[in-house]
Protein backbone atom coordinates (compact mmCIF):
# COMPACT_ATOMS: atom_id res chain seq x y z
CA UNK A 1 0.00 0.00 0.00
CA UNK A 2 1.38 3.01 -1.11
CA UNK A 3 0.96 6.43 1.00
CA UNK A 4 1.54 9.71 0.28
CA UNK A 5 3.69 12.19 2.16
CA UNK A 6 1.81 15.32 2.89
CA UNK A 7 4.83 16.98 3.98
CA UNK A 8 6.46 16.97 0.10
CA UNK A 9 4.65 16.88 -3.05
CA UNK A 10 8.08 14.31 -4.29
CA UNK A 11 7.65 11.90 -1.56
CA UNK A 12 5.92 9.04 -1.27
CA UNK A 13 6.44 6.40 1.67
CA UNK A 14 5.23 2.71 1.55
CA UNK A 15 3.30 1.21 4.71
CA UNK A 16 5.59 -2.09 4.29
CA UNK A 17 8.17 -2.81 2.07
CA UNK A 18 7.50 -5.12 -0.75
CA UNK A 19 7.38 -8.35 -0.55
CA UNK A 20 8.95 -9.00 -4.27
CA UNK A 21 10.79 -7.13 -6.56
CA UNK A 22 11.10 -7.37 -10.31
CA UNK A 23 14.28 -6.15 -12.19
CA UNK A 24 14.02 -3.85 -14.43
CA UNK A 25 15.24 -1.11 -17.15
CA UNK A 26 14.37 2.41 -16.73
CA UNK A 27 15.77 4.91 -19.09
CA UNK A 28 19.00 2.07 -19.18
CA UNK A 29 19.59 1.80 -15.96
CA UNK A 30 18.67 -0.86 -13.56
CA UNK A 31 16.04 -0.46 -11.26
CA UNK A 32 14.20 -2.68 -9.25
CA UNK A 33 9.75 -1.98 -8.64
CA UNK A 34 7.51 -3.77 -6.17
CA UNK A 35 5.91 -6.52 -7.93
CA UNK A 36 1.86 -6.33 -7.53
CA UNK A 37 1.33 -2.74 -8.73
CA UNK A 38 1.58 -0.85 -11.56
CA UNK A 39 4.59 0.83 -13.16
CA UNK A 40 3.54 4.35 -12.24
CA UNK A 41 3.20 3.73 -8.70
CA UNK A 42 6.37 1.60 -8.33
CA UNK A 43 8.46 4.59 -9.71
CA UNK A 44 6.67 6.85 -7.74
CA UNK A 45 7.24 4.47 -4.63
CA UNK A 46 10.73 4.44 -5.63
CA UNK A 47 11.03 8.15 -6.06
CA UNK A 48 11.01 8.37 -9.81
CA UNK A 49 7.71 11.25 -10.38
CA UNK A 50 8.40 12.50 -13.24
CA UNK A 51 6.91 9.91 -16.11
CA UNK A 52 7.40 12.39 -19.50
CA UNK A 53 7.80 15.25 -21.36
CA UNK A 54 4.53 17.07 -22.09
CA UNK A 55 4.25 17.32 -26.37
CA UNK A 56 2.79 21.02 -25.79
CA UNK A 57 4.43 22.70 -22.96
CA UNK A 58 7.68 20.49 -23.54
CA UNK A 59 7.69 20.49 -19.17
CA UNK A 60 7.88 17.27 -16.78
CA UNK A 61 4.53 15.74 -16.22
CA UNK A 62 3.58 12.83 -13.73
CA UNK A 63 1.16 10.10 -13.65
CA UNK A 64 -2.06 12.13 -12.62
CA UNK A 65 -5.09 9.72 -11.75
CA UNK A 66 -3.40 6.14 -11.50
CA UNK A 67 -6.80 4.61 -13.32
CA UNK A 68 -6.06 4.80 -16.88
CA UNK A 69 -7.83 8.19 -17.31
CA UNK A 70 -5.53 10.72 -17.78
CA UNK A 71 -2.97 9.37 -19.91
CA UNK A 72 0.03 11.11 -18.09
CA UNK A 73 1.96 8.39 -17.39
CA UNK A 74 2.11 7.11 -21.06
CA UNK A 75 5.51 6.07 -21.99
CA UNK A 76 7.60 3.41 -24.11
CA UNK A 77 7.31 -0.37 -22.33
CA UNK A 78 8.92 -3.04 -24.38
CA UNK A 79 8.84 -0.82 -27.43
CA UNK A 80 4.92 0.21 -27.07
CA UNK A 81 3.65 3.27 -25.81
CA UNK A 82 1.22 2.36 -22.77
CA UNK A 83 -0.08 4.01 -20.11
CA UNK A 84 2.39 2.66 -17.47
CA UNK A 85 -0.95 3.06 -14.58
CA UNK A 86 -2.03 0.11 -16.69
CA UNK A 87 0.83 -1.91 -16.79
CA UNK A 88 2.48 -4.32 -13.97
CA UNK A 89 5.93 -4.71 -13.81
CA UNK A 90 7.64 -7.78 -15.39
CA UNK A 91 11.20 -9.15 -14.57
CA UNK A 92 13.28 -7.38 -17.54
CA UNK A 93 10.79 -4.99 -18.44
CA UNK A 94 12.67 -1.93 -20.60
CA UNK A 95 11.08 1.13 -20.20
CA UNK A 96 11.86 4.49 -21.87
CA UNK A 97 10.36 7.89 -20.35
CA UNK A 98 11.32 9.79 -23.00
CA UNK A 99 12.46 12.36 -20.43
CA UNK A 100 15.65 13.69 -22.67
CA UNK A 101 13.20 14.40 -26.00
CA UNK A 102 10.95 17.18 -26.28
CA UNK A 103 8.05 14.75 -25.68
CA UNK A 104 7.28 14.70 -30.04
CA UNK A 105 6.14 10.89 -29.69
CA UNK A 106 4.89 11.10 -26.48
Known sequence: ???????????FKQDQAPAE????????????????????????????IISRISPSAHKPRSPHCLMGV???????????ERQACMTDPEEGMVINRHLDSKGEDA
Open 1 to 11: MLKHSTTSTAE
Open 70 to 80: CYECLMEIDGV
Open 21 to 48: TVSVLLDGEKVDLPKGISIAAGLLSIGE
